[in-house]
């Protein structure tokens, strides 16, 4: 899908459905970069962000927990923080995958299997926590949780080097629009559930969630084009291309 098509179907979509563009935030894809881990300069800022983020949270629970667990050890009130903040990524990450699955097809495939990946991180650093004890093993946990819980989702990356900014925006706008219509969908069919086949308003809620339905499901058709032109779908294609 060519950019200037794409450029047309927002410039159509903002006149008919303004509000898909308003209130409506993604939170996932903040950076887009181009190629794999740090060939674009870019990629270190989500890092760099991650790291201002979490480990002053990081030293602040481990502070809290030393003045209300005074007999914890050092190392138990550092692994105990890190473990609160990895459990807090478990929470938002199937919040924030959800955006994503109804919005862009290509990155869900690649993300889907975060919280799995989470999941497998939190039991290691418990059980270094109670058996292991070891500092190299607990640090090197936490940023790899970091890794699937904040950086590759604030991060996109397998970006064309051709691909330019605004570029950048149209896709991040058609994405916003798919949720939107997403969401419209789900609105319409609680409306539905709680409504009588005999109300006057029934018919009419229908013929709208059939429209919203379909509009949901030609942008994300839409928008795996459009990925397709911009980027690498998968590191595969990437190493093939460039090779």
């Known amino acids: 899908m060519r950019t200037e098509q794409v450029s047309l179907?927002?410039?159509?979509?903002?006149?008919?459905?303004?509000?898909a563009f308003k209130r409506n935030y993604l939170f996932y894809?903040?950076?887009k970069t181009h190629g794999i881990l740090l060939e674009?300069?870019?990629?270190?800022?989500?890092?760099?962000l991650a790291g201002m983020i979490f480990i002053p949270?990081?030293?602040?629970?481990?502070?809290?927990l030393q003045l209300s667990f005074p007999k914890l050890s050092a190392f138990q009130t550092q692994s105990t923080a890190i473990l609160?903040?990895?459990?807090?990524?478990?929470?938002?990450?199937?919040f924030i995958l959800k955006q994503v699955k109804h919005s862009s097809y290509s990155l869900y495939?690649?993300?889907?299997?975060?919280?799995l990946k989470l999941t497998v991180v939190i039991i290691l650093e418990g059980l270094n926590l109670l058996v292991l004890e070891n500092e190299w093993v607990m640090w090197g946990l936490f940023f790899f949780g970091l890794s699937v819980g904040f950086v590759r989702i604030y991060k996109e990356n397998l970006f064309r080097s051709s691909t330019q900014n605004h570029e950048y925006y149209q896709l991040q706008q058609l994405r916003r629009a798919c949720f939107w219509a997403y969401r419209q969908t789900v609105a319409l069919r609680l409306?539905?559930?709680f409504s009588a086949k005999d109300h006057p308003q029934y018919k009419?809620?229908?013929?709208?969630?059939?429209c919203y339905a379909e509009l949901y499901t030609r942008l994300l058709k839409s928008e795996y084009e459009y990925c397709k032109t911009l980027k690498y779908l998968d590191i595969e294609t990437y190493l093939n291309e460039r090779h």
């Open 9 to 19: 179907l927002l410039q159509q979509l903002q006149l008919l459905y303004p509000a």
């Open 29 to 31: 894809s903040q950076l």
């Open 40 to 48: 674009d300069r870019k990629a270190i800022i989500s890092w760099i």
């Open 57 to 64: 949270v990081c030293l602040l629970l481990r502070d809290f």
């Open 84 to 94: 609160i903040i990895l459990l807090f990524l478990m929470l938002v990450v199937p």
């Open 109 to 115: 495939h690649v993300l889907r299997y975060a919280p």
């Open 191 to 193: 409306q539905l559930i």
């Open 204 to 210: 009419q809620r229908k013929q709208q969630l059939e």
